[in-house]
């Protein structure tokens, strides 16, 4: 069965520091990999695809398969990208998501 | 982009009724919606994955008795919590799938039974 792991619930630092996310999976297939994005009192939004490889307000993730891992990163981290984020992976059209990491950016 | 909304956003009712939750895609049309509960500060679980025209998959260990799901049109699915208790007091947020595989989300449901 599908797994997503990311190993921390919380993640702070200071505006202007890089960030990482940490995601790790579990897939026997070739997986479809998500980030998604909750900000405070918003419903969740698709932040990035990997199939896409496209850079969203600054953010990119790299499928890793050898270390099954897709970390989510931003070079500058800014306040407002202070929010819960969920990595998830499609299989047979369902999402299985991770547990969430809450991300604060300090001033 | 594409929007789904849900009705209610909150709903407060006694042990022993029903509730209805409504779930639209407002400017698309989705063949699959699903259905999740979302625990405080803790991931999505997805409950079951409702299609139009047909009944719904249900997610091992959800009770399909009691977590009832119809998807009557390819714009709207219902979700009836039957003889709500308190343990299902929750978040409940469905998802539509449009046809290039993307979920969009909506902003959930907030039950609280007494």
């Known amino acids: 069965a599908q797994r997503v792991t990311q190993p921390e619930k919380l993640l702070s630092v200071f505006k202007g520091a890089p960030v990482e996310l940490k995601c790790n999976y579990s897939y026997s297939g070739s997986p479809e990999l998500f980030w998604y994005v909750q900000y405070s009192r918003q419903r969740l939004q698709l932040l990035l695809r990997?199939?896409s490889r496209e850079s969203i307000k600054g953010f990119t993730a790299d499928l890793n398969k050898g270390e099954t891992s897709f970390h989510l990163k931003k070079p500058f981290a800014q306040e407002e990208d202070s929010a819960m984020y969920y990595c998830?992976?499609?299989?047979?059209?369902?999402?299985?998501f991770g547990q969430g990491t809450i991300l604060t950016v300090h001033p | 982009g594409a929007v789904v909304s849900q009705h209610p956003s909150r709903v407060i009712c006694k042990s022993g009724t029903s509730v209805k939750i409504e779930c639209r895609s407002l400017?698309?049309?989705?063949?699959?919606m699903f259905w999740y509960r979302q625990f405080p500060k803790k991931s999505l679980m997805l409950m079951a994955t409702s299609n139009e025209g047909s009944k719904a998959t249900y997610e091992q260990g959800v009770e399909k008795d009691k977590f009832l799901i119809n998807h009557a049109s390819l714009t709207l699915s219902t979700l009836t919590v039957t003889s709500a208790h308190p343990e299902d007091s929750s978040f409940y947020i469905c998802?539509?799938?449009?046809?290039?595989?993307?979920?969009?989300f909506g902003p959930g449901t907030r039950l609280t039974v007494l």
């Open positions: 400017d698309f049309q989705a063949t699959t």
């Open positions: 990997h199939i």
């Open positions: 998802s539509a799938r449009t046809f290039a595989d993307t979920q969009y």
């Open positions: 998830a992976l499609l299989s047979y059209g369902k999402l299985t």
